[in-house]
């Protein structure tokens, strides 16, 4: 089981192998590092050991510009055990620790907290106050750093930019090559107003911990966290422009031949086909109408990858 701090410890726990990044998406780049970090620590016998950043340090230092977030820190973390990470670290990206010089990062964590002997790095790391700190310092102290290259895929790099992009514009075939899996979300499952179940269409809301996801619309979708295996259905995420105005986004999944009484439950939902952009209907009846013609094409998309 992978352990999990939310503050840096006064002393070394062992030896640590060290990954440091933001790590959103944690995308096929990522788990590279992640991959040579498991490769690294199992030769020199130091600890799997990961350390990131809540909150991105762009929400820091310019909100309004942040990109949208692939990945909540629960599902990021998720996904560091599914590759291995045996030590996490959340670090508080805060001003405190933004207005922290290189040196003092390599002297204070590093050193004295963490005892990081080799840090893996992606191509593009800098660190410290004013992104000052290099991979050359780093190797000046006498850390051993492990930059990885970049990982490419159809000829362009893997990075978070390009899953966002792919996202936003409903290409799900391009995120799922650069993330080496299809894209998904995942949260507690939650009351909601009940219109879809007035509709003909009851639907569970899934939770949401940012206010700007990635990517917006209809989707078939599947979800998992319920006996083990994945449920076919239909999604719809976005701000339900028929019934409110500047209403915050909302994830709802519609289950096919489902009954039953989830709330509470933590699941995760793999987008696998967009079939329409949300839009405002005129009324209720239409968007009805509508709901079961997307119910219907998440079904066909489903019955043609059983073929």
Avoid: W
């Avoid at 410290?128 to 000046?140: C, D, K, P």
């Avoid at 409110?244 to 709802?252: H, I, R």
């Avoid at 519609?254 to 987008?271: A, K, P």
């Amino acid at each position: 089981m992978m352990q999990i701090f939310r503050h840096f410890p006064d002393h070394p726990i062992a030896p640590t192998a060290l990954a440091i990044g933001n790590f959103d998406g944690v995308h096929l780049g990522h788990q590279a590092i992640l991959q040579r970090l498991g490769e690294v620590s199992a030769e020199l016998n130091f600890t799997n050991s990961v350390l990131t950043f809540e909150p991105h340090p762009r929400e820091l230092f310019a909100p309004d510009q942040a990109p949208a977030r692939l990945t909540s820190m629960r599902e990021k973390l998720e996904l560091f055990a599914e590759n291995g990470v045996k030590v996490a670290y959340v670090c508080p990206f805060d001003a405190r620790f933004a207005a922290m010089t290189a040196q003092e990062f390599i002297a204070q964590i590093l050193r004295q907290s963490l005892d990081a002997r080799t840090v893996l790095v992606g191509e593009d790391f800098r660190f410290g106050a004013g992104r000052m700190g290099t991979v050359e310092l780093l190797r000046a102290s006498g850390i051993r750093v492990d930059k990885q290259p970049e990982v490419q895929v159809d000829g362009k790099r893997v990075s978070s930019t390009g899953v966002r992009l792919a996202l936003a514009t409903g290409d799900l075939n391009q995120a799922r090559k650069l993330l080496g899996r299809s894209y998904s979300i995942s949260g507690h499952v939650a009351h909601g107003d009940k219109l879809g179940r007035k509709l003909g269409y009851p639907t569970a809301n899934i939770q949401m911990h940012h206010d700007r996801p990635p990517l917006t619309g209809i989707y078939a979708v599947k979800l998992a966290g319920l006996d083990g295996g994945e449920r076919p259905g239909v999604a719809s995420l976005g701000v339900r422009p028929t019934m409110k105005q500047n209403a915050a986004p909302v994830l709802e999944v519609h289950l096919f031949d489902f009954n039953r009484d989830i709330y509470g439950q933590h699941v995760r939902v793999s987008f696998l086909k967009k079939i329409r952009d949300e839009e405002k209907f005129p009324d209720l009846e239409s968007l009805k109408q509508q709901i079961a013609l997307d119910e219907l094409a998440a079904r066909e998309y489903f019955a043609k990858q059983t073929k």
